[in-house]
T-cell receptor, first 111, second 114 residues
Framework: QKEVEQNSGPLSVPEGAIASLNCTYSDRGSQSFFWYRQYSGKSPELIMSIYSNGDKEDGRFTAQLNKASQYVSLLIRDSQPSDSATYLCAVMSSTLGRLYFGRGTQLTVWP | NAGVTQTPKFQVLKTGQSMTLQCAQDMNHNSMYWYRQDPGMGLRLIYYSASEGTTDKGEVPNGYNVSRLNKREFSLRLESAAPSQTSVYFC?????????????FGSGTRLTVV
């Protein structure tokens, strides 16, 4: 059983702050990692993917990967109320070639 | 450019009724998936099809059947609906040859079984 664990939240930050979302995984052979954003009542939307150790930046979003620690994180800089959503961490199984999802962290950004 | 299309968007069933959820993708993806999402439980895989002509069970297959009709279409059938199957169902697709692209999800079907 592949495990993907996220800090359960909810996480609440003020507008303009940095939101930090964390994820750990059990499959040491995993090579691809994803962050999805899901607004209430909507479907998950891919916002970041990463497969190399280190940081990957895309606008206000930074994904960080540490394979030795089996840890993935997502930083949202200058958080906006429109960032309020549930964020899902997903890990590609090294053996089955499909994604395993965490349960998500609900983020609220208040004005 | 529709992506992944699911029908219907909403459905209410009585216990014991049957229904089929339809999913179609126009991205020429090989792999397709059916998930259910319940509060506090995240996304749980019901069935998936790695390629046309193959289907496999996921984490929660009991009470469901699937058909990969062709490369574009992957349907999910509830033979005898139960209240425990009240959930939001998502279909997704992916190109397994490009792992960094992840999955593309449909808009979901909100199913209530009474």
């Amino acid at each position: 059983q592949k495990e993907v664990e996220q800090n359960s939240g909810p996480l609440s930050v003020p507008e303009g702050a940095i939101a930090s979302l964390n994820c750990t995984y059990s499959d040491r052979g995993s090579q691809s990692f994803f962050w999805y954003r899901q607004y209430s009542g909507k479907s998950p939307e891919l916002i970041m993917s990463i497969y190399s150790n280190g940081d990957k930046e895309d606008g206000r979003f930074t994904a960080q990967l540490n394979k030795a620690s089996q840890y993935v994180s997502l930083l949202i800089r200058d958080s906006q109320p429109s960032d309020s959503a549930t964020y899902l961490c997903a890990v590609m199984s090294s053996t089955l070639g499909r994604l395993y999802f965490g349960r998500g962290t609900q983020l609220t950004v208040w004005p | 450019n529709a992506g992944v299309t699911q029908t219907p968007k909403f459905q209410v069933l009585k216990t014991g009724q049957s229904m089929t959820l339809q999913c179609a993708q126009d991205m020429n993806h090989n792999s397709m998936y059916w998930y259910r999402q319940d509060p506090g439980m995240g996304l749980r895989l019901i069935y998936y099809s790695a390629s046309e002509g193959t289907t496999d069970k996921g984490e929660v297959p009991n009470g469901y059947n699937v058909s990969r009709l062709n490369k574009r279409e992957f349907s999910l059938r509830l033979e005898s609906a139960a209240p425990s199957q009240t959930s939001v169902y998502f279909c997704a697709s992916s190109d397994q040859g490009i792992p960094l692209y992840g999955y593309t999800f449909g808009s979901g079907t909100r199913l209530t079984v009474v």
